[in-house]
């Protein structure tokens, strides 16, 4: 404005120069300032990921009290390409933190320059490097006397291991890299102390199949001998009983674990490809865990899941809307106890359920309860406050129809995830869970029972790491143990919530691992073809136990992120009882011929399996009557039973009212009128002898008999003129001679021919008859009809 004020093509006055100057430098001020404050913070910005990296590999005691000698211990490593020369590494104790929000950001920026770092212990508490060459790594310890720290009253510092040094550009001392961590500091015993319930998990993935032998034992056949990894010395499981054995914890267990290395002591088979197994050779590891365990959990809760962990969430979601898959999770409870029981020699609590993550919905709260317990192990960041407390409640709470929710702390819950495997990351997982335990405890003077529910399947280090937090929180003078059940039974605080979320509220993340609808229905449908198959067994147990056990399997938690193991496992299932299903069939029939009014006609029943089957029944049914009948009438039934390994025949009755093929049907059904297997399909042709045929053949039967007779009577008269020639040169001249008429050689020919046949009734010369009389009898039942 001042410029347009001006004539044109006249100098400005000296007055509007030094305001437009002036303006411009007022206009400029945020423009230097931002470009002074980004060089400035480039620098930092570039130190921030630290030119050094720090690591802190140990930190003892944990939980230091009057006396003590903190020792710290660990490596640097100069990251940069140029070498720092002048490095020492020294303790910086930082401000006491007086929440559990400020511990949760001073360990998101733990290895950060630009916040404060406190003051350097310094003096002869530090060790010095003169000179750090390139992408080398050098040891350090520094002990100090916990007097030396300068520590207030209890609570949680926050102690720095940083290095500081000189590099060829910037030759100044000069912090060049950090790592902080925690110290819990409560030298004096808290009144009141917190009540800590730690949870043990020890759970594992699916590891048996739906197969087992054919003998006595039934040796079960698993998927894999992945499990004896874990089991032996060193592995997973054996670290978390050899780990939990000296702990103050409540075991929450799967049985399906159990009963898995149960099975190996006793002899067990691994899959192999396509179909071929070999021995298991594991016994002996097998034994060690289940006797360690034992001596373990002596005199310990025990908590016992559903056999196989199912997931409650996917049931919860999509398996209620298949039919029976609830029926499942009441079994697989019941089944869960007993397994624990007879494994462990310890009665175990079936109260608890746990779905994944401690994540809830009231559809998840309904079928958690569904099968028996009463308690359901919520955790705070699903279950999360909204009255603005100023503490952790305690974990009981109400959330109506007789259901308590044991809500874990989350915080606590997960302090140990991740990769554990470094040194210096599991020494900062277990300083930050001392420091929330101990800021918990110093929020208010309230006495609270606090549950912890880490991840279902620790790995060997983030064990370790537990381990270790947990001796250090029992030795230490804020908490004390208490086992589940008491935390349950805790009078809830009044300001906690009670109301569960909605399922709209539950996690995205969650619910995409979830098992599908398929996945139920193809149980469902396993679970069909199981009771059709049992229903005809000799010994249903043998087969009933490892497919009602396998298809809790199909249901685990332990399938989440692993969707195409699931429904491998699943197919395999249902393929393997398709497989002994159709070990009991009919034997194919080719065509049959019926030659006759009735015949038998036999259908073979096959039996491979090893034990026997009865309660079937075989119909055989004519799909045309009118032609042929079934023991009378369009069907017969008759019943079956068949020893293990035999086939047997049963034999039909039927009868022919018309020449022609006739299609017959075979079928098996249960008693309960279910079809059993594949029809078997087979013709009869039917050649019966007609009417006609029988009026031909006796006509001919009666030209033969008129003819013998004709023969017969014409030889006889001709046997009668020879004697009548031959008769005067025999008598002589007596007195009966020609000259007498009534003489013997006079009599007419019809009585010389009775009285000769009189004298001589058989004459050698008659022919026998080859024909015989016509049976009036009724003809037989037709011949036996066989293949």
Do not use: C
């Amino acid at each position: 404005m001042a410029e347009a004020a001006d004539f044109q093509g006249t100098s400005p006055s000296p007055a509007h120069r030094w305001l437009r100057r002036a303006g411009a430098l007022l206009a400029g001020a945020p423009l230097l300032a931002g470009l002074f404050q980004l060089s400035a913070a480039t620098p930092a910005q570039a130190a921030s990921s630290g030119t050094v990296s720090v690591s802190l590999d140990s930190l003892s005691p944990g939980v230091p009290t009057d006396g003590d000698t903190v020792t710290v211990s660990g490596t640097v490593t100069n990251k940069g390409k140029q070498p720092v020369t002048g490095a020492h590494v020294g303790l910086r104790v930082g401000p006491q933190l007086s929440t559990r929000s400020a511990i949760d950001s001073t360990a998101l920026h733990s290895d950060g320059l630009q916040a404060s770092a406190g003051a350097e212990v310094g003096g002869k508490y530090t060790e010095k490097f003169p000179r750090l060459a390139p992408g080398v790594a050098e040891h350090f310890s520094i002990s100090v006397p916990v007097d030396k720290l300068d520590l207030g009253t209890g609570g949680v510092y926050e102690l720095g291991v940083a290095l500081s040094g000189h590099t060829a550009t910037q030759p100044w001392d000069q912090m060049l890299g950090i790592q902080r961590t925690f110290l819990p500091w409560q030298p004096d015993e808290a009144d009141p102390k917190t009540k800590t319930t730690y949870l043990w998990p020890l759970l594992s993935t699916v590891h048996v199949t739906a197969k087992t032998g054919a003998g006595e034992q039934q040796t079960p056949v698993f998927r894999n001998d992945d499990l004896a990894k874990d089991l032996a010395p060193g592995g997973r499981l054996a670290r978390m009983v050899a780990l939990g054995k000296d702990l103050d914890v409540t075991w929450v267990m799967d049985p399906d674990l159990l009963a898995s290395v149960d099975a190996m002591t006793r002899g067990y088979r691994v899959q192999g490809p396509h179909g071929t197994t070999t021995a298991g050779t594991h016994q002996a590891v097998a034994k060690q865990w289940l006797a360690d365990l034992q001596k373990a959990v002596a005199d310990k809760e025990v908590v016992a899941l559903p056999f196989a962990d199912p997931d409650l969430a996917s049931l919860a979601h999509t398996g209620t809307s298949v039919t029976g898959s609830l029926s499942h999770l009441k079994d697989a409870t019941d089944v869960g106890a007993t397994t624990v029981k007879t494994v462990l020699h310890v009665t175990p609590s079936t109260d608890f359920a746990w779905p994944v993550d401690g994540a809830v919905d009231p559809s998840i709260v309904k079928v958690a309860t569904s099968a028996g317990a009463d308690k359901v192990i919520a955790r705070s960041d699903s279950l999360r406050e909204t009255a603005g407390l100023s503490y952790t409640p305690s974990a009981a709470r109400p959330i109506g129809g007789g259901t308590t929710a044991v809500v874990a702390d989350a915080g606590l819950s997960t302090a140990f995830q991740g990769d554990l495997t470094k040194a210096g990351s599991s020494t900062l997982a277990v300083q930050e869970f001392l420091a929330q335990s101990l800021e918990l405890n110093l929020q208010t003077g309230k006495q609270r029972n606090i549950v912890v529910a880490p991840q279902r399947m620790p790995s060997a280090s983030q064990a370790q790491a537990m381990a270790q937090a947990l001796k250090e929180l029992q030795d230490g003078n804020w908490s004390q143990s208490q086992d589940l059940g008491a935390a349950a039974k805790a009078k809830p605080d009044a300001g906690a919530t009670t109301r569960v979320p909605s399922t709209s509220a539950y996690p995205s993340s969650l619910r995409r691992q979830e098992l599908p609808r398929s996945a139920f229905e193809q149980s469902g449908r396993t679970q069909d073809k199981l009771d059709t198959f049992q229903a005809i067994l000799s010994k249903e147990s043998r087969v009933v136990t490892p497919f009602g056990r396998a298809m809790n399997r199909e249901m685990s938690t332990s399938w989440r992120g692993r969707p195409t193991q699931a429904d491998s496992f699943r197919t395999g299932v249902e393929s393997w009882l398709d497989e002994l299903t159709d070990q009991v069939k009919l034997i194919n029939k080719s065509e049959t011929k019926l030659s006759g009014r009735s015949a038998t006609i036999p259908v073979t029943v096959q039996n491979n399996l090893v034990q026997g089957v009865d309660h079937l029944v075989l119909r055989v049914t004519s799909t045309m009557p009118t032609r042929l009948k079934i023991g009378g009438k369009a069907y017969s039934e008759q019943p079956v039973e068949v020893s293990g390994g035999h086939s047997q025949s049963v034999k039909f009755t039927t009868s022919a009212n018309a020449n022609g093929r006739a299609t017959v049907i075979a079928q098996l059904y249960t008693q309960d009128g279910q079809e059993y297997g594949a029809p078997v399909t087979f013709d009869v042709k039917v050649t019966e002898v007609t009417p006609t045929v029988m009026l031909v053949i006796g006509g001919g039967v009666l030209l033969l008999v008129l003819a013998g007779f004709r023969m017969y009577t014409q030889r006889k008269r001709a046997a009668a003129r020879q004697a009548e020639e031959d008769g005067p040169d025999a008598a002589g001249d007596g007195p009966d001679g020609p000259e007498n008429p009534e003489g013997p050689g006079d009599r007419p020919q019809e009585e010389s021919d009775a009285h000769s046949r009189a004298e001589d009734p058989e004459q050698p010369s008659d022919p026998t008859p080859d024909t015989a009389p016509e049976s009036t009898d009724p003809s037989g039942t037709g011949e036996r009809v066989d293949r």
